[in-house]
């Protein structure tokens, strides 16, 4: 399984911990800023033999996880349900969404659907998405006449 200790270098751009232009588009609504992060939170790894996916995912359980992958597009899609309360109780704040929630990435290769893997443990997502043997790049050997 493609893991993130084995990994050689990272796609996925980062994302500053700080959105300083959030606060500015929030006070003027600006359409072209995106302010509200997204859901869930991924990181992605990748090198010549494929990619590994790492989503947060609390409050979800694997029954509510649903992953997609059609040649380069991965969709990973769910439903968060919302918390009970006890009677007598109520949220004093309330950050966390609940419902359904959908992400789509595409990676820079094709993946073999057959052979791609899943763990889902603690809250966190992990999926192995190896590279398909026909997109890999093949040495091809010069005759001389």
């Not at 500053?16 to 359409?31: E, K, Y």
């Not at 859901?39 to 590994?52: Q, R, T």
């Not at 997609?68 to 966390?96: C, H, M, W, Y």
């Amino acid at each position: 399984m493609l893991t993130k200790s084995n990994v050689q270098y990272r796609i996925a751009p980062r994302v500053p911990d700080w959105d300083h232009f959030g606060l500015f588009a929030n006070a003027f609504g600006s359409p072209n800023m995106r302010v509200t992060p997204k859901f869930p939170a991924i990181n992605i790894w990748a090198n010549e033999d494929g990619v590994a996916v790492s989503a947060k995912l609390p409050g979800v359980t694997a029954e509510n996880i649903d992953i997609s992958v059609k040649e380069n597009t991965v969709t990973i899609a769910g439903t968060r349900e919302p918390v009970a309360l006890d009677e007598g109780q109520r949220f004093l704040r309330r950050e966390r969404r609940n419902g359904d929630f959908s992400r789509t990435f595409r990676l820079p290769f094709v993946v073999d659907g057959n052979s791609v893997e899943a763990v889902f443990k603690n809250g966190i997502l992990n999926i192995s998405l190896p590279r398909a043997e026909e997109d890999k790049p093949r040495k091809i050997s010069v005759k001389t006449a």
